[in-house]
C-alpha cells in the first residue's frame, strides 16, 4: 500500500490526523516531502517511510539511478526547517485555519453560486461552482478579469474514474488568500449589477 501524506500535519484540528499508513502495515509505503505542509517546494526535498527494507534499498538504488544526489543547499535547508518543524508546522495551521474562515464566510455569502465543504485535512478544497455559464467559463473569466486562479475539474481528467464537471479547486495554503477572496468578491459583486 502506498499512502501520499504530503499534506499531513497541517490538518484544520489535530484530533484529525491520521497515523501514517507505514505505522498501521508492516509493507505500507508513507511519502512525504518538505513543499506542501512545510511550505517549502523549491527545495524538491521527500523521503519515503517503509519497514520493508528490501524495497527501501530497491527505491534507493532507482533514486541513485535518476540522481547522484539532492542539493546540498536543500539539504541544509530542510534539516534546519525540521529542527524548526513545531515551529513552521504551527504557522500553516494558522494559516489554513484563518483561510478556511475567510472561505466559510466569503461561500456564505454567495450560496447560490457554491457548495463549498471544508477538508479535513491539507489546504486544497474542491468547490462545486453552480453558475449559469459553467466552472469553465467562470474560471477563465476570473483569472482573465480578476487576477484570481481557480483549476476548473477539467485539468483533473482521469482515465480511471469520472470527474464531476462543474467543480473547481482552491488552495489555502498560503498568506495571500485574504487578498484573492477580496478581488473575487468584488469581481463577482461588478459582474452581479
Partial sequence: MFSDEVYRLIERDTSLRLPQAVDLYERAISLNVMSKAYGLP?????????KDREMLV???RYKHYLSICNSAPSEVLARIALKARERILQKNRQIVRRNIAELDAFFAEFPDLFDWKVPDGGCVGFIRYKGEEGVEEFTRRLVKEAGVLFLPASIYRSELSEVPVDCMRVGYGRSHVPQGIVAMRNWIKGNRQ
Fill in 58 to 60: 530497491r527505491f534507493e
Fill in 42 to 50: 523549491g527545495l524538491r526535498i521527500g523521503w519515503l517511510a517503509c
